[in-house]
């Protein structure tokens, strides 16, 4: 009963940011729809991806996980549980679990590692147990780990549904890794771990003034971006995925307690992208973290690499195109 999987980074386009208030907050069933770009970086030592095997057996004595080699415990833990426990009941199985998973790339950063990591063990999950589920549903469990994990299922870009319910909270693939031509120049300004995970974050949104007007903003939005994907309109899913990315931020610097994710070098780039944009068009979202996706057509991509290399304050930078969804691998951890 051992399974292994391995799943992609997901940067919200349109934001998740927010759970529902008038839901069971465990489910993380969010306050709008959202839209992802499910991320491949084109490295061969990043390649943005989680790598997770859980095995279920009678010899485990506790259920146990680790993460790039560190024991989970506390409220890290509690998120694993909260995706494999409703599994093992579906399964009827009672056995405990031993986990491993490895991420490729900064965890908890802002580079979506929540979403690829419990996409990656919901994957697992379902087929150490040997459970048959759809997409759908995959996508449905991925979420009560990390809402956005629900997206990092599907490659190319995902629309998210708020739904109303545990089943009616999914992802569906808006478009494949082949059918968008966008790239992401991931700029990292900053390595470590962010002091406040999005997690907590999630849950005091509601005590911003400007959350509401955000919600109400985000649905338009999100179906205005679907479309502007669909019609191969680049600029529109720029400006859209700028736009979000503000909104958000203002929500988090707003809200009690405030949550300022940004570096001073992070508002710094964002200005540089918005200078180079007359000649070079790119635009700048910020998730959950100082790090800078600059997103830009492929053909733009290495010119926009160069200039960010060449700029002091960024540490580094990965190149991204559209990922695959996530699957199954018979390379186990352990």
């Not at 059918?179 to 999005?198: L, N």
Request: aromatic share 8%; proline share 4%; glycine share 8%.
């Amino acid at each position: 009963m051992k399974s292994s999987a391995i799943a992609h980074s997901n940067i919200a386009l349109v934001k998740y940011w927010g759970r529902s208030r008038t839901h069971d907050p465990s489910l993380n069933i969010p306050s709008t729809d959202s839209v992802g770009m499910t991320k491949l970086g084109e490295s061969d030592d990043i390649r943005l991806l989680t790598h997770t095997t859980i095995e279920f057996s009678d010899v485990y004595e506790q259920d146990s996980a680790t993460l790039d080699g560190v024991f989970l415990t506390g409220r890290a833990m509690e998120r694993v549980l909260k995706v494999v426990n409703p599994l093992r009941t579906i399964a009827g199985i009672s056995h405990r679990f031993k986990m491993m998973s490895r991420n490729d790339f900064p965890t908890q950063a802002g580079l979506a590692s929540s979403a690829s990591g419990f996409a990656a063990l919901t994957i697992a999950t379902v087929d150490g147990l040997g459970i048959s589920l759809s997409k759908r549903e995959i996508s449905a469990f991925a979420r009560l780990g990390s809402g956005s994990a629900a997206r990092s299922i599907h490659g190319g870009l995902v629309y998210w549904y708020k739904g109303d319910s545990h089943e009616t909270s999914f992802a569906r693939q808006i478009c494949g890794p082949t059918e968008f031509d966008m790239s992401a120049v991931i700029a990292i300004i900053h390595k470590g771990r962010k002091e406040v995970t999005s997690d907590v974050g999630h849950k005091s949104a509601h005590t911003s003034p400007f959350d509401r007007a955000r919600v109400n903003i985000s649905r338009k939005q999100a179906k205005d971006i679907e479309k502007a994907i669909l019609t191969d309109d680049f600029s529109v899913v720029g400006r859209i995925s700028e736009e979000s990315s503000r909104y958000m931020h203002v929500v988090m610097m707003t809200s009690d307690p405030p949550l300022f994710y940004w570096h001073p070098n992070t508002l710094r780039l964002i200005k540089l992208i918005q200078k180079l944009r007359p000649s070079l068009e790119c635009y700048a979202s910020v998730d959950a973290g100082p790090n800078v996706h600059c997103l830009c057509r492929p053909e733009d991509a290495y010119e926009l690499r160069k200039i960010l290399d060449e700029t002091d304050y960024v540490n580094m930078t990965i190149v991204a195109g559209l990922a695959g969804g996530s699957h199954k691998t018979g390379e186990h951890l352990f």
